[in-house]
């Protein structure tokens, strides 16, 4: 069974970037699309992106497209979101998941990280 795990959460400004990073721990990610989620404090988890097998569709929530990108390097193994222009309505703790397809409905992924925080001060 493959286990996502997720790195690379932190303090940042509003404002400002940071890049997370989703590596496999029992197995290959190269197989399976991935999806980023979050979930805030008291609320549910909520879809971010997602990406294809081989990296060749993406699909992004409108909340953060065209300031978040998700990618892979099937090579390296790992999976990333880079987030810029970061808002502080985007604290949330970010989720690696694998799945079958790039889509945004959580029934989809079979594999689930523990989840890297991801905090915006104003």
């Known amino acids: 069974q493959v286990q996502p795990v997720e790195s690379g959460g932190g303090l940042v400004q509003a404002g400002g970037s940071l890049s997370l990073s989703c590596a496999a721990s029992?197995?290959?990610?190269?197989?399976?699309?991935m999806g980023w989620f979050r979930q805030a404090p008291g609320k549910e988890r909520e879809f971010v992106a997602a990406?294809?097998?081989?990296?060749?569709?993406?699909v992004y929530a409108d909340s953060v497209k065209g300031r978040f990108t998700i990618s892979r390097d099937n090579a390296k193994n790992t999976v990333y979101l880079q987030l810029n222009s970061l808002k502080p309505e985007d604290t949330a703790v970010y989720y690696c998941?694998?799945?079958?397809?790039?889509?945004?409905?959580?029934?989809?992924?079979?594999?689930w990280g523990q989840g890297t925080q991801v905090t915006v001060s104003s």
């Open positions: 998941a694998a799945g079958y397809l790039s889509t945004s409905q959580q029934s989809n992924y079979f594999a």
């Open positions: 990406i294809s097998y081989t990296g060749g569709r993406t």
């Open positions: 029992g197995g290959t990610l190269s197989g399976v699309a």
